[in-house]
């Protein structure tokens, strides 16, 4: 099969599309052929090496978690799933034709949901999903700001955090406020504007995708005993507010929540925006501009 090899640590370039031996689906796994993958920041920094510390790549390595495509074979112990099922998920090695998914960690696509666009959403959206439930916690009625939250894995969680019953302030760059207002949130903030923070009283939790000087921003928005709940890690100057709890949260796949949030974009009730589609062997393009930033996900077919 084709995939996307990494030799070495670098930029875009050091991306290749090569020949390497296919995949075998092995106890309670699914041979998938790939129809689509997408662009995760996690992916740029493993190629960049800018993780090699904590998560070190073994070379040749290829990256991709997210995947949409068609189950070839069902491997041992596997039920629910046959040939020819259009399905989705997370899975190591998903920058190639064909992966093996774990079963545990696949859905089939939902009625409605384009077969393409499905890999926009795993790991997006089952990101911004637990930092709300499981970073946050937030209850219904209590109020929670969500940084980034045109991002997709911002989107996910203001959809998460209103479907809990909080008030949700969408935190965003003044530049996108106009945009913001169809997120649904209770309030738009702009996040760069002095004057529109030092407005905004105490908070319960803060959810936060963007890091940096805004989270320590708004750490010292939270009242006493709340949660400061991050899927880029705590905030500098965290040791300054001991009263509140700050959790780093790691998506791990669950997949009763990622066929909620399908159903949920199926259904247009959540929007994840699409910026690109692009084929596999152009994945150096898709990771520069990814690393650009923007709205949007960037898929690979494959």
Request: hydrophobic share 50%.
């Amino acid at each position: 099969m084709k995939a996307i090899v990494l030799h070495e640590y670098g930029g875009p370039d050091k991306l290749k599309y090569e020949d390497v031996p296919d995949p075998v689906a092995g106890e309670g796994q699914l041979l998938v052929r790939v129809t689509s993958t997408s662009v995760n920041p996690i992916d740029i920094k493993l190629r960049s090496g800018a993780f090699k510390d904590f998560m070190p790549l073994t070379f040749p390595a290829i990256l991709g978690n997210d995947f949409s495509g068609l189950v070839r074979v069902v491997g041992a112990g596997v039920t629910g799933f046959a040939p020819g099922d259009k399905v989705m998920g997370v899975a190591d090695s998903s920058d190639a034709e064909l992966v093996a998914a774990n079963a545990n960690a696949t859905i089939k696509v939902p009625e409605g949901l384009d077969p393409v666009e499905a890999a926009a959403l795993p790991v997006v959206t089952m990101t911004g999903e637990q930092l709300i439930t499981l970073g946050t916690g937030i209850q219904k009625g209590q109020t929670v700001l969500v940084t980034g939250a045109l991002g997709s894995v911002g989107r996910s969680a203001v959809w998460t955090a209103k479907k809990a019953g909080a008030i949700v302030i969408a935190g965003v760059r003044g530049s996108q406020i106009k945009a913001a207002a169809a997120l649904g949130a209770d309030q738009v903030l702009a996040l760069d504007d002095a004057a529109a923070m030092e407005k905004l009283g105490f908070i319960d939790a803060v959810a936060d995708t963007v890091g940096g000087s805004t989270a320590e921003t708004v750490l010292g928005k939270v009242k006493p005993g709340g949660v400061f709940a991050s899927v880029v890690g705590g905030p500098a100057n965290a040791k300054l507010h001991p009263t509140i709890r700050v959790e780093s949260v790691v998506m791990h796949p669950d997949i009763l929540a990622l066929k909620t949030l399908a159903e949920d974009v199926a259904a247009g009730r959540l929007v994840i925006p699409i910026d690109r589609i692009l084929p596999l062997e152009d994945v150096a393009e898709a990771h520069t501009a990814a690393a650009k930033g923007g709205i949007g996900k960037i898929l690979l077919l494959a």
